[in-house]
Protein backbone atom coordinates (compact mmCIF):
# COMPACT_ATOMS: atom_id res chain seq x y z
CA UNK A 1 0.00 0.00 0.00
CA UNK A 2 2.98 2.08 0.03
CA UNK A 3 3.06 2.63 -3.49
CA UNK A 4 -0.54 4.12 -3.98
CA UNK A 5 0.38 6.96 -1.20
CA UNK A 6 0.43 10.36 -2.47
CA UNK A 7 2.89 12.82 -0.67
CA UNK A 8 1.95 16.33 -1.04
CA UNK A 9 3.24 19.57 0.84
CA UNK A 10 4.55 23.19 -0.04
CA UNK A 11 7.73 21.59 -1.89
CA UNK A 12 5.48 18.96 -4.29
CA UNK A 13 5.96 20.26 -7.79
CA UNK A 14 2.96 19.83 -10.36
CA UNK A 15 2.91 19.16 -13.70
CA UNK A 16 0.22 19.79 -15.94
CA UNK A 17 -0.30 20.63 -19.64
CA UNK A 18 -0.50 24.49 -20.36
CA UNK A 19 -3.42 24.09 -21.99
CA UNK A 20 -5.27 22.68 -18.95
CA UNK A 21 -4.32 25.56 -16.97
CA UNK A 22 -5.20 27.90 -19.12
CA UNK A 23 -8.37 26.09 -19.25
CA UNK A 24 -9.09 26.08 -15.73
CA UNK A 25 -8.46 29.62 -15.33
CA UNK A 26 -10.70 30.43 -17.90
CA UNK A 27 -13.33 28.60 -16.67
CA UNK A 28 -12.61 30.05 -12.77
CA UNK A 29 -13.22 33.51 -14.90
CA UNK A 30 -16.20 32.82 -16.41
CA UNK A 31 -17.71 31.18 -13.23
CA UNK A 32 -16.41 34.72 -11.35
CA UNK A 33 -18.19 36.41 -14.27
CA UNK A 34 -20.94 34.65 -14.25
CA UNK A 35 -21.51 34.95 -10.18
CA UNK A 36 -21.22 38.86 -9.91
CA UNK A 37 -23.36 38.94 -13.17
CA UNK A 38 -25.88 37.20 -11.42
CA UNK A 39 -25.25 39.57 -8.26
CA UNK A 40 -26.16 42.26 -10.31
CA UNK A 41 -28.86 41.50 -11.61
CA UNK A 42 -30.55 40.74 -7.99
CA UNK A 43 -29.62 44.28 -6.93
CA UNK A 44 -31.12 45.97 -10.09
CA UNK A 45 -34.24 43.85 -9.39
CA UNK A 46 -34.02 44.79 -5.85
CA UNK A 47 -33.47 48.29 -6.85
CA UNK A 48 -36.64 48.40 -9.04
CA UNK A 49 -38.82 46.59 -6.44
CA UNK A 50 -37.84 49.27 -3.82
CA UNK A 51 -38.47 52.05 -6.46
CA UNK A 52 -41.99 50.71 -7.48
CA UNK A 53 -42.54 50.25 -3.91
CA UNK A 54 -42.36 53.90 -3.08
CA UNK A 55 -44.02 55.13 -6.56
CA UNK A 56 -46.81 52.71 -5.45
CA UNK A 57 -47.05 54.76 -1.95
CA UNK A 58 -46.53 58.12 -3.69
CA UNK A 59 -49.18 57.14 -6.14
CA UNK A 60 -51.30 55.71 -3.29
CA UNK A 61 -50.87 59.00 -1.15
CA UNK A 62 -51.60 61.49 -4.16
CA UNK A 63 -54.79 59.31 -5.42
CA UNK A 64 -55.94 59.70 -1.73
CA UNK A 65 -55.09 63.34 -1.88
CA UNK A 66 -57.39 63.56 -5.25
CA UNK A 67 -60.34 61.86 -3.98
CA UNK A 68 -60.25 64.27 -0.86
CA UNK A 69 -60.25 67.12 -3.55
CA UNK A 70 -63.14 65.90 -5.37
CA UNK A 71 -64.81 64.89 -2.55
CA UNK A 72 -64.50 68.68 -1.05
CA UNK A 73 -65.11 70.26 -4.32
CA UNK A 74 -68.57 67.91 -4.74
CA UNK A 75 -69.70 69.40 -1.56
CA UNK A 76 -68.72 73.19 -1.55
CA UNK A 77 -69.29 73.58 -5.36
CA UNK A 78 -73.27 73.13 -5.13
CA UNK A 79 -73.06 75.27 -1.75
CA UNK A 80 -70.99 78.19 -3.35
CA UNK A 81 -68.28 77.46 -0.72
CA UNK A 82 -65.74 77.60 -3.60
CA UNK A 83 -67.01 80.89 -5.77
CA UNK A 84 -69.06 80.55 -9.42
CA UNK A 85 -68.54 81.06 -12.66
CA UNK A 86 -68.72 84.16 -14.27
CA UNK A 87 -71.59 82.67 -16.76
CA UNK A 88 -73.03 81.84 -13.69
CA UNK A 89 -72.62 85.42 -12.55
CA UNK A 90 -74.44 86.99 -16.05
CA UNK A 91 -77.30 83.67 -15.43
CA UNK A 92 -78.32 85.04 -12.03
CA UNK A 93 -77.86 88.78 -12.86
CA UNK A 94 -80.23 87.86 -15.67
CA UNK A 95 -82.77 85.86 -13.87
CA UNK A 96 -82.65 88.63 -11.02
CA UNK A 97 -84.07 91.11 -13.92
CA UNK A 98 -86.74 88.53 -14.98
CA UNK A 99 -88.31 88.30 -11.96
CA UNK A 100 -88.25 92.26 -12.00
CA UNK A 101 -90.09 92.12 -15.23
CA UNK A 102 -92.31 89.86 -13.78
CA UNK A 103 -93.26 91.76 -11.20
CA UNK A 104 -94.02 94.59 -12.81
CA UNK A 105 -96.18 92.98 -15.39
CA UNK A 106 -98.01 91.23 -12.18
CA UNK A 107 -98.91 94.32 -10.75
CA UNK A 108 -100.16 96.16 -14.39
CA UNK A 109 -101.88 92.51 -14.99
CA UNK A 110 -103.57 93.81 -10.85
CA UNK A 111 -104.00 97.23 -12.00
CA UNK A 112 -106.02 96.46 -15.00
CA UNK A 113 -108.14 93.70 -13.18
CA UNK A 114 -108.93 96.70 -10.82
CA UNK A 115 -110.39 98.26 -13.92
CA UNK A 116 -112.26 95.77 -15.36
CA UNK A 117 -114.14 95.69 -11.75
CA UNK A 118 -114.40 99.78 -12.03
CA UNK A 119 -115.90 99.68 -15.56
CA UNK A 120 -117.83 96.95 -14.86
CA UNK A 121 -119.18 98.88 -11.82
CA UNK A 122 -119.75 102.06 -13.81
CA UNK A 123 -121.46 100.44 -16.46
CA UNK A 124 -124.03 99.28 -14.26
CA UNK A 125 -124.35 103.02 -13.04
CA UNK A 126 -124.28 104.95 -16.55
CA UNK A 127 -127.47 101.94 -17.46
CA UNK A 128 -129.69 103.05 -14.57
CA UNK A 129 -128.51 106.75 -15.13
CA UNK A 130 -129.82 106.50 -18.28
CA UNK A 131 -132.93 104.65 -17.42
CA UNK A 132 -133.21 107.59 -14.80
CA UNK A 133 -133.20 110.02 -17.65
CA UNK A 134 -135.28 108.43 -19.67
CA UNK A 135 -137.94 108.34 -16.33
CA UNK A 136 -137.15 112.41 -15.94
CA UNK A 137 -137.51 112.68 -19.86
CA UNK A 138 -140.87 110.93 -20.01
CA UNK A 139 -142.35 112.41 -16.71
CA UNK A 140 -141.39 115.94 -18.36
CA UNK A 141 -142.94 115.19 -21.17
CA UNK A 142 -146.42 114.49 -19.24
CA UNK A 143 -146.18 117.11 -17.15
CA UNK A 144 -146.10 119.55 -20.47
CA UNK A 145 -148.86 117.92 -21.85
CA UNK A 146 -150.90 118.45 -18.61
CA UNK A 147 -150.19 122.01 -18.75
CA UNK A 148 -152.25 122.22 -21.94
CA UNK A 149 -149.21 123.72 -23.89
CA UNK A 150 -149.36 120.80 -26.37
Known sequence: M????????????VSMPMKNLIAIIGAVAVGVW??????????KLETNTTLLEKDLTQAETALVADIEKNNEFRIK????LLGSLPADSEQYMMLEDL??????????????MHNK????????????????????????????????VR
Open 77 to 80: WPRG
Open 34 to 43: AYFGVIERLN
Open 2 to 13: AKNRLDISDQTA
Open 99 to 112: YKTTDRINKQIESM
Open 117 to 148: INIDFLRKQMEKVLIDIEELKDSNREIHYKNG
